[in-house]
């Protein structure tokens, strides 16, 4: 079975670029969440998805970030235009349901972005 | 690989030798408690979990402690093999929301 795909893995701008990124879910997913990971430290948690709905956004800039999931399965996160401090990795990971029963999220492999 | 973290509390145990890692957590709410295991360039991947209303669960050389009067939960790692080496992760789950704690890297000597 494959797993949750991201692209793209690397990517280097400059500030003030826009950047997106992608993610393919596990089929039959209909929670997608979006992570942060800074050098360091846990990730945290930028928007989920609970198909193509955001039922959680709180920790989304949204002056500068967006996302979209259209037709519930997809999902692509834009930061534009790119600052210093958005160096990091993106998470893409997905659950069933929720993972209501459970705490397991599938995750991707992450974008690194680097702004010089 | 690209390293995922530079200033982790660190681990080095011998190979062939038990693994504790612990873990503070801070909201009584939370109803499960979960280790997620990260090598280097890849995202976390689920080991096990526990629910807030046991105190222990055994898996694959893996048991995880769970204590609620302290707020502390442990992942034991029995006869650690090189491919533990990597950064552990604990993380707290409250309804649909999952909140990542500090990792501890794990290395492992041969």
């Known amino acids: 079975e494959a797993g949750v795909v991201q692209s793209p893995r690397y990517k280097i701008i400059e500030k003030k670029q826009p950047v997106a990124f992608w993610c393919n879910p596990i089929?039959?997913?209909?929670?997608l969440y979006w992570y942060l990971q800074n050098l360091g430290q846990g990730p945290e948690l930028l928007i989920r998805?609970?198909?193509?709905?955001?039922?959680?956004d709180s920790q989304l800039p949204k002056d500068r970030f967006s996302a979209e999931r259209l037709k519930g399965v997809d999902s692509t996160l834009k930061i534009q235009p790119a600052e210093l401090g958005d160096s990091a990795v993106y998470l893409c990971?997905?659950?069933?349901?929720?993972?209501?029963?459970?705490?397991?999220?599938?995750f991707g492999e992450g974008s690194r972005l680097t702004v010089l | 690989g690209e390293s995922v973290g530079l200033h982790l509390p660190t681990l080095s145990v011998q190979e062939g030798d038990n693994s504790i890692i612990n873990c503070a957590y801070s909201?009584?709410?939370?109803?499960?408690f979960i280790w997620y295991k990260q090598e280097s360039g890849k995202g976390p991947q689920f080991i096990i979990d526990?629910?807030?209303?046991?105190d222990k669960r055994q898996g694959q050389r893996v048991t995880v402690l769970l204590n609620k009067t302290v707020k502390h939960l442990s992942l034991q790692i029995a006869a650690t093999q090189p491919g533990d080496s990597a950064v552990y992760f604990c993380?707290?789950?409250?309804?649909?929301?999952?909140?990542f704690g500090g990792g501890t890297r794990v290395l492992v000597k041969p």
């Open positions: 993380a707290e789950k409250a309804g649909n929301k999952l909140t």
């Open positions: 909201n009584s709410a939370s109803d499960y």
């Open positions: 998805y609970e198909n193509e709905e955001a039922v959680d």
């Open positions: 526990i629910r807030s209303n046991m």
């Open positions: 089929s039959g997913h209909n929670t």
């Open positions: 990971a997905s659950s069933l349901e929720g993972g209501r029963r459970t705490g397991e999220l599938f």
